[in-house]
């Protein structure tokens, strides 16, 4: 089964890209690839993951550990379960930092305070000797993003960083990334089903369904002018404040499993514009300008006369 299938990405330096989507897409399937964290059932079947040129993906595993939470760090959607609960947070990025870098033992702990006086911890020399389950929500993730920039990545992954938060941690939560990301150039690949979060955050946007790439744009250019029913479904099922919607309107149906995928395009049995090709013809992604591409055999003239 493939749960990721024909992706092809880029992200530059100090650029955000949001991967969108609902629960199934492949989205964290996409991400643990590039962090080669697969679990045992899965594997690269073939392609490359370029890091500043380096295939990441045909580096030996020793290599790998190197790269992970080194160059490339990732931050997970709960951290009550990514730290370890058994360690104080500050050995965790003690630990990190003993790893990936070449300070001198006796500058880490100095190095973990500051890294967690970044994230805007408060009492960062308290906090360094306490365990998760002393920290709240908000702080807990606060802590995996501290032990994830510790090492200066090049590229942060966010995988739905803020969903276990409430709204006002979560925005300040995003603002700290912001402006993390500021200082450091680094780039981040922020994987979220919020919309409202990518609006917030990303310069350019992928929206996957069923392990593929459905819709590529600017951020901009993608909530002005989107372009794929799916998308479009996505959008019109996000609360406004401006409309007194009694019902917002919901995308029938679930995302197929890997195992049961329709012919023709992935999208055809919950699409309100499914045609006969639709059934018989995968649409492959093309690009409908410069920088904005959509894999619907509708798109972009007949989409719109549709609607
Ligand atoms: Fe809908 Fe057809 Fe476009 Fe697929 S190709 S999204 S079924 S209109």
Redesign the pocket.
């Known amino acids: 089964m493939r749960a990721v299938d024909g992706v092809s990405l880029s992200v530059g330096r100090g650029r955000t890209l949001g991967i969108v989507g609902e629960s199934g897409c492949g989205k964290s399937v996409l991400s643990l690839s590039v962090m080669r964290l697969l679990p045992p059932n899965g594997r690269i079947a073939s392609g490359r993951v370029l890091l500043d040129g380096t295939d990441l993906a045909g580096l030996p595993h020793s290599a790998m550990r190197k790269v992970r939470g080194g160059r490339v760090a990732m931050i997970f959607q709960e951290p009550m379960t990514s730290l370890n609960p058994v360690h104080t947070v500050g050995f965790q990025i003690v630990e990190a930092l003993a790893v990936h870098t070449e300070h001198p033992a006796a500058a880490l702990r100095d190095r973990a305070i500051e890294a967690l006086r970044r994230v805007r911890i408060p009492a960062p020399e308290r906090r360094f000797h306490e365990y998760p389950h002393q920290l709240s929500g908000g702080m807990r993730q606060r802590v995996m993003i501290a032990m994830a920039l510790s090492c200066e990545p090049s590229l942060l992954i966010a995988d739905e960083p803020t969903t276990a938060l409430d709204v006002t941690v979560q925005a300040e939560i995003l603002d700290l990334l912001r402006t993390l990301q500021q200082e450091s150039g680094m780039a981040i690949i922020l994987i979220t089903h919020d919309l409202g979060v990518v609006a917030e955050m990303a310069d350019d946007v992928a929206v996957m369904y069923a392990g593929r790439i459905?819709e590529q744009a600017p951020a901009a250019s993608l909530f002005a002018d989107p372009q794929?029913?799916?998308t479009l479904g996505l959008l019109s099922s996000i609360p406004r404040l401006d409309e007194d919607a009694a019902r917002l309107p919901a995308i029938a149906g679930r995302v197929p499993a890997p195992h049961a995928l329709p012919p023709?395009?992935r999208?055809?049995p919950r699409?309100v514009?499914?045609?006969e090709?639709?059934r018989a013809e995968v649409?492959a992604l093309r690009p409908l300008d410069d920088t904005h591409a959509v894999?619907?055999?509708?798109?972009p003239v007949e989409?719109h006369a549709a609607a």
Request: net charge positive.
């Open positions: 459905v794929h029913p799916y023709g395009c999208f055809n699409c514009f499914a045609a090709r639709c649409p894999a619907c055999h509708l798109a989409l």
